[in-house]
């Protein structure tokens, strides 16, 4: 019995394909239109076809963008041997130093500073980090580099003592720092140079800002200030 069942679908199934093809033209593989020319192509220039694809896609992607600038200023995907992220800041070590642009042409591609420890460089680039670390990583795999490349979250003091730093201005700005209680209590030079508010919440997750006389500013952190403050004296 299942025998017929099997002639009786198998006879449909053919005539409905046929009356497809004949009368309403359904494309089947071998049976393309005429104008229609299929290349087949090895795996490097599907690879090379697809790159130069995602180029004119990503042409207006500010995220890419920067992250083709500063993996160029930073002396190409070859001179990282490591990448990171901290807060605000993307952590590079270098093979060669001498390969690294000025900070000025960084800053020129939305870059807030740039902050030299030999072979280490750190890039401030603000809260879209982590965005842009993404897009150096699929460059540098695209390149070829294998770099120990860590999207992981770093070491929770300091991530929140390189976000307070940042946010008050960068290192010069900031003239002294303790720890008081669950506040981190701080004197900077320029007011002016300070972040909002609202971006202390944003960055460090801080419960609130005050802003005293002679330049000072608290930061209340939490019951953890003087491990934050102790990073923060390592970065000044």
Known sequence: MQFI???????????????????????TPGREADDEDVKLINKKQYKQKMAAKAAGKDAND?????????????????????????????RVSVADPSKVAPDSQFKANKAVNVVHHGKAIQVIVGLDVPQVLDEMNQLMQESGNDAKVSTEQDNPYIERATGIVDLLGGEENIKDVIACSSRVRTHVFDTKKVAPDAEFKKIVDSYEVQHRDNNEIDIVVGLDAAQVVDQMKQLL
Do not use: H
């Not at 500063?70 to 070859?78: E, F, K, Q």
């Open 62 to 90: 500010p995220y890419i963008a920067r992250a083709t600038a500063y993996l160029d200023l930073l002396g190409g995907a070859s001179n990282i041997t490591e990448l990171s992220s901290c807060a605000t800041r993307l």
């Open 5 to 27: 069942v099997g002639i009786i679908f198998g006879v449909i199934t053919y005539f409905v394909f046929k009356i497809m093809i004949e009368k309403f033209n359904y494309i």
